[in-house]
């Protein structure tokens, strides 16, 4: 749970401690902050990527994507361009800048990553993303969803791309 504190005292902090944050439905983000507490400026996550469970290629429309990698390489679409990032590197994807990401070289261990997303809204739009359930109809009911939250999928994940999956 996110230690949130507000009000005169603390000047509007906001503090999660080590092990602290919200988790939305479905994601593999711990969130530290979120758009809620940071009058919607940010959201700031940490993010623990499995093997092969990438998000789709999309874009958003107005947030700027930004990820450094503490642990782990991570395969990065952005464009028709593929690359890997690793421990120490760093990108910012502007709005409207199609990509996606995933965990293809780092056998059964996870990837880790801090993830920016500025303005915030990642956490809200996961959260009403998760009760679409699985199956096709309910993927093309989140991604309706992601719409409205300004995220369009464009294409498949990476490693579909790749013909990895």
């Known amino acids: 749970m996110t230690a949130a504190t507000k009000g005169p ?3 509007g ?13 479905g994601s593999p983000h711990l969130f530290k902050a979120t758009a809620s507490e940071t009058s919607g400026r940010f959201d700031f996550m940490t993010g623990a990527f499995a093997p092969l469970t990438g998000p789709p290629l999309h874009l ?6 930004t990820f450094y990698i503490l642990d782990g390489l991570l395969t990065l679409q952005v464009g028709d361009e593929v690359f890997d990032v690793g421990p120490g590197d760093f990108i910012s994807i502007p709005p409207g ?13 996870h ?4 993830n920016l997303m500025t303005p915030g809204g990642l956490f809200e739009m996961f959260d009403a993303m998760a009760g679409a359930g699985p199956g096709r109809e309910q993927r093309d009911a989140a991604w309706r ?16 791309r790749l013909g990895l999956e």
């Open 13 to 25: 902090c906001v503090v999660a401690r080590h092990g602290q944050g919200r988790s939305a439905k």
């Open 60 to 65: 958003h429309r107005e947030q700027h994507d």
């Open 111 to 114: 990837v880790t990553a801090i």
């Open 145 to 160: 969803v992601a719409e409205a939250y300004g995220t369009a999928i464009v294409g498949p994940p990476l490693r579909v």
């Open 97 to 109: 800048v199609a990509h996606t990401f995933d965990n293809l070289h780092n056998g059964n261990a």
């Open 9 to 11: 005292g603390a000047l």
